[in-house]
Nanobody, 129 residues
């Protein structure tokens, strides 16, 4: 059973920044493509960003392009989501997830988190003045 742990959320003012971290308990993240999802109030999950195993592919939802950056540090067994210029609409619970069958050079940003096999408990991000 793959177990993810998300952290780094919090309360931030509009225009502020947060860096979310996704790590694991007891196994290496290195062989897995990772997708960040979020669930905003009153909405279903939405895909935010992803990074492939090879790091050659990174994708972003249109609503975060230019503001969020995904990266991975295999030495620290962590995938990061740097979120800048946050807006109130970014408020929600953020999750990292994986589909172990994803290819080495690919990843997906899709709406349905249930297309993925494993995700964590999430970290709350609140953007408010």
């Amino acid at each position: 059973q793959l177990q993810f742990v998300e952290s780094g959320g919090g309360l931030v003012q509009p225009g502020g920044s947060l860096r979310l971290s996704c790590t694991t308990s007891g196994f290496s993240l290195e062989p897995y493509a990772i997708t960040w999802f979020r669930q905003t109030p009153g909405k279903e999950h939405e895909g935010v960003s992803c990074i492939s195993v090879s790091e050659t592919t990174t994708l972003y939802a249109d609503f975060v392009k230019g503001r969020f950056t995904i990266s991975r540090d295999n030495a620290k067994n962590t995938v990061y989501l740097q979120m800048n210029n946050l807006i109130p609409e970014d408020t929600g619970v953020y999750y990292c997830a994986t589909d172990p069958t994803e290819g080495w050079g690919s990843c997906r940003v899709v709406a349905n988190i249930n297309e993925f096999d494993y995700w964590g408990q999430g970290t709350q991000v609140t953007v408010s003045s």
